[in-house]
């Protein structure tokens, strides 16, 4: 007992080294385990085959992105409704349809059916009976306003310089027994030659049916001059033409031409 109570600080000193000696001991190999285990857990996830990664929907991107590449053009003019609302009509009959384009009413709204040309004619029909020598010509006036002035009718001159209505003898051949009759045309000055088998014709005016579909009106060979009542106001017809017919409002003398387009 005396030992220890002299030495006791050395005892203590010897179990405390002893103590760190095992701790060093238990260290290392714990260290040298914990190695070996993260060398394992190393190995393994190098020789493990990873697996594949999965495709990643991108349709919804791509179509995105293709929708960009071609924009929407956005129609702000015409027949776009956004910022230039139509109009609707509503006719006596009850029927009601937009009005986009301004002609599907009015003098635009017409439609030509049909074109027929109007002919003035000058026949020579031969000498004519009586003492004094006479030159007789039928005269064929289709384009006249007057019904009564539409009818053929016989004319006859004696001399040159002799006058018909529509013509003037400027002069004939042979003087003896002539059979071609040059003649001047009083509405234009022009100068034609007739004789018994070369008759002069020409287009002297047409006539025109039309045709007005919002009203299911229709105009039958109408002429130069004539009026034609639909929409709620009068137009005249005041130019025909072998392609179009041009008309002219009352109230507003507003003209409109409406081409014409045979059927094929």
């Known amino acids: 007992m005396e030992f220890l109570k002299n030495n006791y600080e050395k005892v203590i000193l010897s179990f405390v080294l002893l103590g760190l000696a095992v701790a060093a001991v238990l ?81 635009g709204a017409l439609a030509i059916t049909q074109l027929a040309p109007l002919y003035l004619k000058i026949e020579y029909e031969g000498p004519g009976s009586g003492d004094s020598q006479q030159y007789r010509f039928k005269v064929t006036r289709e384009a006249e306003k007057s019904l009564s002035k539409r009818i053929p009718t016989t004319f006859s001159v004696t001399t040159v310089g002799g006058k018909a209505p529509v013509f003037v003898l400027k002069d004939m051949k042979p003087k003896e027994n002539p059979t071609d009759f040059v003649l001047e045309l009083i509405d234009n000055k022009e100068q034609v030659v007739v004789s018994k088998d070369k008759p002069y014709v020409s287009v002297a005016g047409h006539t025109v049916d039309l045709r007005y579909d919002p009203e299911n009106l229709k105009f039958i060979g109408r002429r130069l001059g004539d009026s034609l009542v639909f929409a709620g106001d009068t137009n005249k017809i005041v130019a025909i033409t072998e392609t179009n017919v041009t008309v002219q409002a009352t109230s507003t003398t507003k003209r409109t031409t409406v081409a014409y387009a045979p059927a094929p």
């Open 27 to 107: 260290l290392l190999t714990s260290v040298d385990s914990e190695k070996r285990a993260l060398e394992e857990i190393e190995s393994g996830i190098i020789a493990a085959k990873p697996k594949e990664l999965k495709l990643v929907d991108l349709s919804t991107n791509e179509a995105v992105l293709q929708r960009m590449l071609k924009p929407v053009s956005l129609r702000l003019v015409g027949e776009h409704n956004l910022f230039n609302p139509v109009q609707w009509k509503r006719m006596p009959d009850g029927r009601v349809f937009p009005l986009r384009t301004g002609r599907e009413i009015g003098p």
